[in-house]
Nanobody, 122 residues
Framework: QVQLVESGGGLVQPGGSLTISCAAS????????IGWFRQAPEKGREGVSCISSSDGSTYYAPSVKDRFTISRDNAKNTVYLQMNSLKPEDTAVYYC???????????????WGQGTQVTVSS
């Protein structure tokens, strides 16, 4: 069964850090670009970051650039999102998904995970 499972979410204070994971089962992540997305309450889902399969190129939304870092460990079949300097507006459910390559269109992504909640609050 092809599946992505996000983990590592939680409650963190503003200015804090958190690393969330996206683990694949039933297939090898090596051949896919992996995107991270988030959805805050009463807001649409937005793209956060993506890492390509071909050359490891990374992409970030302007709102998280220089604070978040995406990386992949193909040996562990896992992609990570390290989040630093977290702000209350980063509060959302974070999802990962696969695509042939990174794209600005969410329609290109599939195999969505169930999400992990990240809450930034004092």
């Amino acid at each position: 069964q092809v599946q992505l499972v996000e983990s590592g979410g939680g409650l963190v204070q503003p200015g804090g850090s958190l690393t969330i994971s996206c683990a694949a089962s039933g297939f090898t992540l090596d051949y896919y670009a992996i995107g991270w997305f988030r959805q805050a309450p009463e807001k649409g889902r937005e793209g956060v970051s993506c890492i390509s399969s071909s050359d490891g190129s990374t992409y970030y939304a302007p709102s998280v650039k220089d604070r978040f870092t995406i990386s992949r460990d193909n040996a562990k079949n896992t992609v990570y999102l390290q989040m630093n300097s977290l702000k209350p507006e980063d509060t959302a459910v974070y999802y990962c998904a696969t695509a042939p390559e990174c794209s600005v269109s969410q329609d290109e992504f599939g195999s969505w995970g169930q999400g992990t909640q990240v809450t930034v609050s004092s």
